[in-house]
């Protein structure tokens, strides 16, 4: 048998209560009827004062909203007979029904007739310079209006993108079929700038003052000692020998000479110089590459410098 749960204790909240303003006071003291209905005979007593109290709720434009138990409590008669009055004021031409009254709604929305060949529109906007005239059941289809997608702009805008889309796409052809790419094309164009610029301006250490050429320079023996100590008794061995001490003069002199290339390594500097190349030609290329690495923000190895080194030399050949 199930154990019974003990009930929640709760509390009601207390009924809260309901407080009703006062109505604020009635400030009306005038009422502008229609000219035309001081001197009309088919106007009773009853409707010209039903017309004259409707006159007095009217805004600028002769919009009202008053409702009919409000109008009959004015006039101290019952709602049935006011009702009976503004049906025979609509009938003569003074009034004018703009919207009828929904369950639970507003009341009916009266407009009074001044001018015949003014229309309601009409009539709100030209008092709508000094006041917003409109009536309620106006601004809220305004609202309404406002709020619903524009169909005909949809359709507009999806046209629009419709012709695009079937537009063939401009490509920009950043790589060519054949041939050299721009930037090999500017890399090229730089070396032989260089180069040219090296021909014709000729670093100071080859153009000599005359009194130091005819000087007579000391040899250094020591390159021809090595090469003879070092040479066996085979004609293979002092070839090789041989070949290893031109190497490495190579390099002394590419080291002496191009003091700003140390970003290269010296295992490096002997690989580019035993593959034929000058020390102008790797000079000429790292000027070239290192403003276009330091651009982008990039500190390459000196792997990637001797690539890049080796693309641009054979690139110009």
């Known amino acids: ?19 009703e303003e006062p109505l604020a006071p009635d400030q009306r003291k005038i009422a502008v009827i229609p000219i035309r209905a001081c001197t009309d005979p088919q106007l009773t007593h009853g409707m010209l004062k039903s017309l004259i109290l409707i006159c007095s709720y009217m805004n600028r434009s002769g919009i009202t909203w ?6 009959a409590d004015r006039l101290g008669i019952s709602q049935q007979a006011i009702s009976k009055h503004l049906v025979k004021l609509t009938k003569a031409g003074y009034l004018e029904i703009l919207k009828k009254p929904m369950p639970g709604a507003r009341h009916t929305t009266w407009r009074v007739i001044f001018d015949k060949s003014i229309s309601a529109e009409d009539a709100v906007s030209i008092t709508s310079a000094i006041e917003d005239t409109r009536p309620p059941y106006m601004k809220e289809q305004q609202a309404m209006q406002a709020e619903e997608a524009d169909k005909e702009g949809q359709a ?8 695009v889309l079937k537009q063939p796409t401009k ?37 000599q003052p005359e009194a130091q050429s005819n000087q007579q320079e000391p040899v250094d023996n020591l390159f021809k ?22 190497l490495s003069s190579s390099v002394d002199n590419f080291k002496k000479e191009e003091a700003d290339m140390l970003v290269l390594h010296n ?3 002997a690989q580019l110089v035993s593959d034929g190349m000058s020390a102008q030609q790797v000079k000429d ?27 641009l030399v054979a690139d110009t050949r």
């Open 66 to 71: 008053v409702g009919q138990k409000t109008m």
């Open 267 to 269: 295992h490096k500097v």
């Open 225 to 246: 000692i090595q090469l003879l100590d070092v040479c066996g008794t085979t004609s293979e061995g002092c070839r090789e020998h041989i070949e290893q001490g031109l």
């Open 1 to 19: 048998m199930n154990a019974m749960t003990e009930p929640t204790h709760f509390t009601l909240p207390k009924k809260p209560k309901i407080k």
């Open 171 to 207: 490509r920009i052809k950043t790589m060519p079929k054949q041939g050299e790419t721009i930037t090999v094309k500017n890399m090229k164009a730089a070396i032989q700038k260089a180069q040219n610029k090296g021909a014709q301006a000729q670093p100071p250490e080859v153009v």
């Open 285 to 311: 290329a790292l000027e070239v590459l290192l403003p276009l690495y330091q651009a982008e923000g990039i500190t390459p190895t000196s792997s990637v410098l001797m690539a890049g080194i080796r693309q």
């Open 156 to 163: 507009r805008v999806a046209q629009a993108i419709s012709k």
